[in-house]
T-cell receptor, first 114, second 115 residues
Framework: GDSVTQMEGPVTLSEEAFLTINCTYT??????LFWYVQYPGEGLQLLLK?????DKGSNKGFEATYRKETTSFHLEKGSVQVSDSAVYFC?????????????FGEGTQLTVNP | EPEVTQTPSHQVTQMGQEVILRCVPI?????FYWYRQILGQKVEFLVS????????KSEIFDDQFSVERPDGSNFTLKIRSTKLEDSAMYFC?????????????FGSGTQLSVL
């Protein structure tokens, strides 16, 4: 079945450091790929998405590129801020379904220190 | 931005008791979902609901679980006889069209603790 694997966490960085959170997936066809973020005390919020191969999703300085050849969707940000501290979830939605059944990765806790 | 609201934020119950978790989806959304996250594990899909019936459910969603939209605004998840392993954070979500690639709006969750 479908699965998503994220890098081992947690991740601790200093402000303005470069961030990469790895995400790889297993699925048939061309799933849609997402990054959701959960700030403390809040629900999951969509950060960015890509719905076809080679698409780049971007938002709030974060980027991720849909790589079919490596089945990856790594999240990057050039300069993190303290306010980026949160849990980040990679997720996929199968190509052939509707109704938004998402398969999530484990989540990566990011802490950014001033 | 519109929000999905969940109540209560924390629920403690005894094993074998029934619990009802409540959600108010975004008002113009048509598709509703429940997900859960057991501590230290992945967020898992439980069920999707459209037009007053279940459209899809996972293997987790057995006969102990049920969902209902009792009125025009609420969406509930009932667990009939709770087990210790039901302890988890339960997230409600909604979407407008239920199409592939669409954004889901999640609530902040209900932390259920079964003692």
């Amino acid at each position: 079945g479908d699965s998503v694997t994220q890098m081992e966490g947690p991740v601790t960085l200093s402000e303005e450091a470069f961030l990469t959170i790895n995400c790889t997936y297993t699925a048939t066809g061309y799933p849609s790929l997402f990054w959701y973020v959960q700030y403390p005390g809040e629900g999951l919020q969509l950060l960015l998405k890509a719905t076809k191969a080679d698409d780049k999703g971007s938002n709030k300085g974060f980027e991720a590129t849909y790589r079919k050849e490596t089945t990856s969707f790594h999240l990057e940000k050039g300069s993190v801020q303290v306010s980026d501290s949160a849990v980040y979830f990679c997720a996929l939605e199968p190509q052939e379904t509707s109704g938004s059944r998402l398969t999530f990765g484990e989540g990566t806790q990011l802490t950014v220190n001033p | 931005e519109p929000e999905v609201t969940q109540t209560p934020s924390h629920q403690v119950t005894q094993m074998g008791q029934e619990v009802i978790l409540r959600c108010v989806p975004i008002s113009n959304h048509l598709y509703f979902y429940w997900y859960r996250q057991i501590l230290g594990q992945k967020v898992e899909f439980l069920v999707s609901f459209y037009n007053n019936e279940i459209s899809e459910k996972s293997e987790i969603f057995d006969d102990q679980f049920s969902v209902e939209r009792p009125d025009g605004s609420n969406f509930t998840l009932k667990i009939r006889s709770t087990k210790l392993e039901d302890s988890a954070m339960y997230f409600c979500a909604s979407s407008e069209w239920g199409v592939v690639g669409e954004k889901l709006f999640f609530g902040s969750g209900t932390q259920l603790s079964v003692l």
